[in-house]
């Protein structure tokens, strides 16, 4: 079947396109970019299309790439559609931040048609990958062993800089394009880091994709049908994956950090406790790690069934991963707040680590004690009071028990994760003694029957790690 027919028909099917666009399409010279260029001029009296050819000199190979350049600039001027061109750096921007080169041409490409996107108000940012570009990335996804929507490839179409990209040539193959070409006396510029097998795409494309091409004509089709069933199945189970994300999971306010109970999130199906943990991932993460993989997830599910009480995992760039009794939390180590210690020397309300807050005030009507507010006679206080995190061999007095107790103990039959210990609040008066650890035990007081006014404390814990 000819290229324009199976483009047509899958444009229609993917609701790709409508009438009346303004198109930027990014051309590099080469046969993909310049056969869609020419395919999106056929259609432009049809459709009432404002085309817009955006090109970049990503300054890899000297007076080739020049030469690219001003080729594509000819062919517009020819075919009198409008051209936008720019320099990138790729050399120095590579050199500056330790990427490699694809990478940092995908980069500053991008940045580019945003900026251009932006200019001219564009709906739509067409390019040229096709079915055989398809065919490597799932395969080169399979290989590294990545989730299942690895197999969802290049996307159509999604969302960008305000519009959408849209990849019509999905649906043809490099041979077919390499014919249109040839029909329609497009001579393309060709560059040779194509021919070369160090980059692990060109690899596919040069080795393994002929291959399965010989084993089976109809393989990049395969493929094409393959993509679009995961990403209407992968649209379904991400749908619900949201919706377990926003009931289960705890994003507190003040921190970078999310936690759930395991007993409830467990009860999900596999899938979506896989799509879950990845959306706390993406929510976390600012980028996303290059060194993250399949292990990670295999982590999350282990550290999800230990039978340990406590138990962590070191993801990467820095962000952990940690079993506490019945919860799961997330966290980045640098983010922990350290030890602190805070003076009171009367009423005031102190924040605390990760936005909970201690406020201390006076009344003559105290109200009865409860887990997170405690009053105690104010004639027989101690000023200055501290509020401060725990110190080793921390013990105190519980009211209602004999002798004392260790802090660290206290911890422990009250579960409290270890990931929240060091910031828990402790208070002490002016003599050393602790009066409360907050929201868990109140120490022995002075209190008196003839007491007029009291000092209030009052916890307002808030979610932590």
Known sequence: MMLETEVNKFIEKQKLLHKHAVILVGVSGGPDSMALLHFFQSLQEEWDLRLIAVTADHGLRGKESRQDVDYVRSICESWNIEFVETFLDVPSYKKDRGLGTQVSARK????????????????????GHHGDDQAETVLMGVTRGTSLSALKGIPAKRPFAGGWIVRPFLAATKKQIEAYCQKYNIMPRIDPSNMEDTYTRNYFRLHIIPLLKKKNPNFLNNIQRLSESVVEDELFLGQ???????????????????NFKIESFAKFPIALQRRAFHLILNYLYCSMPPDLSYVHEEQFFNLLSNSKANAAVDLPGGLKMVKAYHFINFYFEKDREKSFYI????????LLPGGSELIASITNDPTEDSRYDITYDLARISWPLSVRSRKNGDKMRVRGMNGTKKIKDIFIDEKVPLSQRESWPVVEDGEGNILWLAGLKKGVGNDSEKAVKFLRLHYDKKSTI
């Open 343 to 350: 003076t009171l020397d009367g009423p005031d309300r102190v």
């Open 240 to 258: 619900e994956a949201q919706k377990l994300f926003e009931k289960e999971v705890e994003l507190p306010e003040h921190s970078r950090s999310a």
């Open 108 to 127: 500053l490409r991008y940045q580019f048609y945003e900026e251009q996107m932006q200019r001219f108000g564009a709906d739509y940012l067409a390019l």
